[in-house]
């Protein structure tokens, strides 16, 4: 069992930046691939990004591609979302998820254990 808690949303402006933390509690957090989601206000949920167990191998969403920057700190259970040059469609809730499968199950959203979201804002 996998217990995920998001946390550094906020409110932020445009082209502004903000850093997301998703702790992970429970055993062999390196042996999971991590992946952070968002979902705005009437839109399904999309990918972002995702990092393997070890952290060697990452992919983005076209759309934050080069803003965005997903790493992890075994040892402290944590992954994080480095998110620079903030846009208004940016807004949303964002989640991260955690499943022991590192391959296309992530951008389909196929993962395992979910958190309960964190909510990022920008204002234009």
């Known amino acids: 069992q996998v217990q995920l808690v998001e946390s550094g949303g906020g409110l932020v402006q445009a082209g502004g930046s903000l850093r997301l933390s998703c702790a992970a509690s429970?055993?062999?957090?390196?042996?999971?691939?991590m992946g952070w989601f968002r979902q705005a206000p009437g839109k399904e949920r999309e990918f972002v990004a995702a990092?393997?167990?070890?952290?060697?191998?990452?992919y983005y969403a076209d759309s934050v591609k080069g803003r965005f920057t997903i790493s992890r700190d075994n040892a402290k259970n944590t992954v994080y979302l480095q998110m620079n040059t903030l846009k208004a469609e940016d807004t949303a809730n964002y989640y991260c998820a955690a499943d022991l499968s590192y391959g296309p199950n992530i951008r389909r959203g196929s993962m395992h254990y979910w958190g309960k979201g964190t909510l990022v804002t920008v204002s234009s």
């Open positions: 429970g055993r062999s957090f390196s042996m999971y691939a």
């Open positions: 990092i393997s167990g070890s952290g060697s191998l990452t």
